[in-house]
C-alpha cells in the first residue's frame, strides 16, 4: 500500500527541486487500455505544471518525426510544446544507442537533451529499464487496467522485472470508473497474491478511479516523488524525505 500525502504540499515541493524527473512505465506489446492511461497521467502532469515529455521506447525513430536518436546526434533536445500539451516522442533507437560505449552513464548523456522538461515518462519495455536504470535504484510503473488479459499482461511485466537487479516494480490499477472498482480490487488482490507466491514478493499497489481527475493528479504527483531524478550534477535518486516530505497527505484513489 503505497503511504498517504498531501496533494498540495508535493506540488510546491515538485515545483521548487531542480532537475528533470525521469518516469519509467513498463510497456507490453498488447497493451490497449494502458496507452490511454499513460496519456492520461501525461496530461495531468503538464496541467499541474509540469512541462511532460513522454518517450516511447516502443516506437523507432523516423526522419519526418524526429526522436531521441536524433537529439542525440545533435546534441540538443526538443523545447515544450508551445500550446501547453505533453509531448510524445519516439526513443526505441535513442535508448539502444545511449548504451553505447558499455559501462557510459546514459543518464548523464540523456539529462542535457531532457532539461527543457520538468517530467519525462519513459514508456519502455523492462529489459530496456534496466539496462538503463540498473545502477540508480529506480523504481518502474506497471499499469494495470480491468480485464483478464490486463492483468497476465501485468502479472508478466512483473515476472520480467523481477530478474533484474536494481529496479523496482510498483503497480497501479487505474479503472474508467466507480462501476469497476470492486472487481478491479479482486483482480489486483489476486495478482498480488500471485506475485507473492511465485516471485516472492508482493508489489507496492494502489487502486485508482480514473475517471476522477484530482485521484489520477494524486497518481500522477506520487510518480514524480518516486522519480529518478536527472540533475546536471549527478542522477540521483529522490526520496520523499528529500523532497521535505512532500506527498499527498489527501489521497483521492483507493489504496490496495
Known sequence: ?????HQAAGLLGFVRAPGVRLVPVLSHPEATLELEVLWQLALRLQQLGHATLVLDATAAEAPAAPGL???????????????????????AQGLAALQVPPGADALERLEPLLRAFSAV????????????????????????????????RSYALLKQMA???????????????????????????????????????????????????????????????QACTLAPQAPRRVHASQAGHAGIRRYHGLSV
Do not use: I, K
Not at 500500500?1 to 500525502?5: D, G, N, Q, T, V
Not at 536518436?69 to 526513443?91: I, N, S
Open 121 to 152: 515518462l519513459l514508456y519502455a519495455p523492462p529489459a530496456a529499464v534496466a539496462a538503463l536504470l540498473g545502477a540508480h535504484d529506480a523504481s518502474a510503473l506497471v499499469l494495470n487496467v480491468p480485464g483478464d488479459a490486463a492483468v497476465l
Open 1 to 5: 500500500m503505497w503511504p498517504e500525502a
Open 69 to 91: 536518436l536524433h537529439w542525440l546526434h545533435a546534441g540538443a533536445g526538443p523545447r515544450p510544446d508551445p500550446t501547453g500539451q505533453p509531448m510524445v516522442a519516439a526513443a
Open 163 to 225: 530478474a533484474f537487479p536494481g529496479v523496482h516494480a510498483s503497480l497501479a490499477t487505474v479503472t474508467a470508473g466507480e462501476g469497476q472498482v470492486q472487481g478491479a480490487q479482486r483482480s489486483l488482490q489476486a495478482l498480488r497474491e500471485g506475485c507473492a507466491r511465485w516471485l516472492g514478493a508482493s508489489p507496492r499497489a494502489v487502486l485508482v478511479n480514473g475517471a476522477d481527475a484530482q485521484a489520477l493528479g494524486a497518481l500522477a504527483l506520487r510518480l514524480l516523488e
